[in-house]
């Protein structure tokens, strides 16, 4: 057999884009990581080396100056740069989530002025859904858009917003009252600009930076809306799209855990390539231990589930753009991809032993990274909910 989560069916030009990101990330994100990990330091070199490969773009039709890629590619890009350091990957994904909104979702205007800008990285994008008290439940989200003319007053506080202090531009989800009977249907995605940073914008403030478990050197940081006055033209779609939020960023959400599926995909990946060559390095009662059958059969799982996780997530991503919706398939591929992390992690901890818990060692970093893709774009929870629904339409007794 050949080496574990390779990808049928690729085309030249995505082979030689995955390869260019294989070799950067061996090159300039692997020898790095560690050191900027420990410092939580935002990685910038490593940024601009990722805008001159056209990364920000890389799904961004060419029209736009993008490079018009799939979203398989983009995941399987994903997948390479979180096998180096799960922060970078997170750099670009909500950035991506906001470009397909606005090319999926914007008016010719929003397509024309934002897109460019946002495939050569100069302007980069936040997703913002999540508040401090509603978690999963988006209808109990708190935030208000209300009408004034032809403005919104808008105020609220949103939370775990990615790129935070670097975008300059958050696609927010607020209430809205557009007089729907669904709680669903008053809900608006305003595309909202400011000048990147900390600190207060125009009734938008971003406090500081969260503190976290892992997922260091990218910021994390809540957005505090106090009166900020938004045009009727800043609303994804234009005016006409109020009160169709909701259905918009269900539709990013997509394309999200697809996302956090090849992240989770990555992280185990490079779980497992640590684990098998120390299991080759360390040697006891004169053997190298993977001669022992309790690590070879970890070892044999640990492949299975990266494997399992892998075909899931390009599963999904096909389905996807192929045309078809893929809410199932990208909540099958983000719990499976996300558990089977945890597990393929926490095994190359294990058989890393007492060096698994220091500093030094890699696998100290991952064991840290992998808890985020539990929870990041909906728990497992969430994800059987979704998955479960669907089963009971489709398999539903007749008569």
């Given at each position: 057999m050949g080496r574990i989560a390779q990808t049928d069916g690729l085309t030249e030009v995505q082979s030689d884009i995955l390869a260019a990101v294989r070799s950067f990330v061996d090159k300039e994100i692997l020898p790095n990581a560690g050191d900027l990990e420990r410092k939580d330091e935002y990685p910038e070199a490593i940024v601009e080396a990722m805008k001159e490969m056209g990364l920000f773009g890389i799904t961004i039709p060419e029209q736009y100056g993008g490079l018009g890629e799939s979203l398989l590619t983009y995941a399987l890009v994903v997948e390479e740069i979180a096998r180096g350091w799960m922060s970078v990957s997170g750099v670009i994904n909500t950035h991506f989530i906001v470009a397909y909104l606005v090319l999926q979702h914007g008016t010719d205007e929003q397509r024309e002025r934002l897109l460019p800008r946002m495939a050569?990285?100069?302007?980069?994008?936040?997703?913002?859904?999540?508040?401090?008290?509603?978690?999963?439940?988006?209808?109990?989200?708190?935030?208000?858009?209300?009408?004034?003319?032809?403005?919104?007053?808008i105020t609220g506080q949103k939370m775990w917003l990615t790129n935070g202090a670097r975008a300059g531009l958050v696609a927010t989800l607020v209430k809205t009252d557009e007089g729907a009977e669904s709680v669903?249907?008053?809900?608006?995605?305003?595309?909202?600009?400011?000048?990147?940073?900390?600190?207060?914008?125009?009734?938008?403030?971003?406090?500081?930076?969260?503190?976290?478990?892992?997922?260091?050197?990218?910021?994390?940081?809540?957005?505090?809306?106090?009166?900020h006055r938004a045009s009727a033209g800043?609303?994804?779609?234009?005016?006409?799209?109020?009160?169709?939020?909701?259905?918009?960023?269900m539709d990013g959400v997509e394309v999200g855990r697809v996302n956090v599926a090849a992240r989770a995909c990555g992280i185990m990946i490079r779980a497992f390539e640590l684990a098998i060559a120390y299991a080759q390095q360390r040697r006891t009662f004169g053997h190298q231990i993977a001669d022992h059958q309790a690590i070879a059969f970890k070892l044999a799982d640990m492949a299975t589930k990266v494997e399992a996780g892998h075909l899931m997530m390009v599963n999904a991503?096909?389905?996807?753009?192929?045309?078809?919706?893929?809410?199932?398939?990208?909540g099958m591929a983000k719990y499976l991809a996300s558990e089977y992390c945890h597990e393929v992690t926490t095994e190359s901890?294990?058989?890393?032993?007492?060096?698994?818990?220091?500093?030094?060692?890699?696998?100290?970093?991952?064991?840290?990274?992998?808890?985020?893709?539990?929870?990041?774009?909906?728990?497992?929870?969430?994800?059987?909910?979704?998955?479960?629904?669907?089963?009971?339409?489709?398999?539903?007794l007749r008569g």
């Open positions: 050569t990285g100069e302007l980069r994008g936040a997703f913002s859904m999540s508040e401090p008290g509603c978690g999963s439940d988006v209808s109990a989200i708190t935030t208000r858009a209300d009408r004034d003319g032809d403005e919104y007053t669903y249907r008053n809900m608006t995605t305003f595309l909202l600009e400011k000048e990147p940073g900390f600190g207060t914008d125009g009734g938008i403030t971003i406090p500081g930076k969260l503190e976290k478990l892992g997922y260091k050197g990218v910021e994390t940081t809540e957005m505090i809306l106090d009166g800043s609303i994804l779609g234009g005016p006409g799209a109020a009160g169709r939020g909701f259905y918009q960023m991503a096909r389905k996807k753009d192929s045309g078809q919706r893929n809410d199932v398939e990208a901890f294990r058989i890393h032993g007492g060096y698994g818990y220091s500093k030094e060692y890699e696998i100290e970093r991952l064991y840290r990274e992998a808890p985020f893709m539990l929870i990041g774009e909906g728990t497992s929870e969430v994800q059987k909910r979704i998955i479960s629904r669907a089963l009971l339409k489709e398999y539903k």
